[in-house]
């Protein structure tokens, strides 16, 4: 697809043609379903999907092969956030509380004020308690006829089995480095910008654009790495003391996991002599400066401590406790 197809095709997404494609023809063949859930990395598109999706049921134009025209009023509204018959949720702690998700259950079994639908998006569905994604179930098993509910997730082992089984499924992957490069180039982004932020974002299309509109998104991904860089070098005493710190935002711990992640990934790569291009392409220097003081074995054994603290954040397992493993796995610890 190219990066000059119209708006009703794409519906502004970068990547995942194949889920555009058939959500699209789902709504044309009139069998939409009435609940859905779309799981992927944060940034990889979920929310723009829904939203594109959102805008095809409610877009105006005359020609349903045309919808979303990205013109009409309804269209308009929906990518600002302001028509009311599009709802979301809104979390404001760590976890997405059941009054949030009765007062959304509530608002879908409405009829529309003005559109075709009632439609829910509930954001971080997957940050739900039990209790909170029970209070769903009666909406999922007697829905209205013209709610429809999406559910935003990062990863399907928190959910219950109960709305897995009722919900339609996409599992959006992380998109190809070269189209996101592309998509970056075709917004009039320098080819060298747009190389960088394509090899960083990890096939996460919105991280990438974020960083373009954002330099702060660029500047705390320094400071996550040059973090992980120092906690190398660090006792274990001042490793504790910062997975202490750490343990107290998920959310911020999460994307701090993903970067240092990408890094070990670089330096698995590199002593190995892989040849496969690095992520962090602007840290090769301190990459290879590590690669020549550690063994690949060490580098594998930080990359795979890594991957498994990011599991345990799916879990009520302690994140303290958890990074102070993680921490004792990482090479280069000190025996003060």
Not at 225 to 251: G, Y
Request: contains cysteine; charged residues 25%; neutral net charge.
């Amino acid at each position: 697809m190219t990066n000059d197809a119209p708006f009703s095709q794409t519906w502004g997404m970068i990547g995942h043609e194949w889920a555009v494609d058939a959500l699209r023809r789902s709504i044309q063949s009139g069998r939409a379903r009435q609940a859905y859930l779309f799981v992927g990395a944060e940034g990889v598109g979920k929310e723009t999907l829904a939203r594109g999706f959102a805008m095809t049921l409610q877009c105006q134009h005359a020609d349903p092969a045309s919808r979303p025209c990205g013109e009409c009023s309804a269209c308009h509204r929906i990518l600002s956030e302001s028509y009311p018959d599009v709802m979301y949720s809104v979390r404001e702690t760590a976890t997405l509380k059941i009054d949030e998700v009765r007062r959304i259950s509530s608002q879908i079994a409405m009829k529309p004020y003005e559109g075709r639908h009632r439609i829910a998006i509930f954001r971080d569905f997957d940050t739900a308690m039990g209790v909170g994604q029970d209070a769903l179930l009666k909406t999922l098993e007697e829905p209205a006829e013209t709610g429809v509910l999406i559910l935003l997730a990062r990863s399907l082992a928190p959910i219950l089995a109960t709305i897995t089984s009722r919900s339609q499924v996409f599992r959006l992957r992380p998109v190809a480095i070269a189209a996101i490069r592309d998509a970056l180039i075709a917004r009039d982004t320098d080819e060298k910008t747009s190389a960088i932020l394509a090899a960083l974002s990890g096939g996460r299309p919105g991280w990438a654009l974020n960083a373009l509109a954002d330099s702060s998104v660029l500047e705390m991904r320094a400071a996550a790495l040059d973090m992980l860089e120092n906690l190398v070098k660090d006792t274990r005493a001042k490793r504790f003391a910062a997975a202490e710190d750490l343990a107290k935002d998920k959310d911020a711990l999460r994307t701090l996991l993903e970067l240092w992640l990408s890094y070990w990934r670089d330096l698995v790569l590199m002593s190995e002599n892989a040849g496969t291009p690095l992520t962090n392409i602007d840290r090769a220097p301190a990459l290879r400066a590590l690669a020549d003081h550690l063994s690949p074995e060490q580098a594998l054994a930080a990359l795979r401590a890594t991957t498994g603290m990011l599991k345990l954040l799916d879990t009520n397992a302690s994140a303290r406790l958890g990074l102070e493993v993680m921490f004792l796995d990482y090479p280069g610890l000190s025996a003060a």
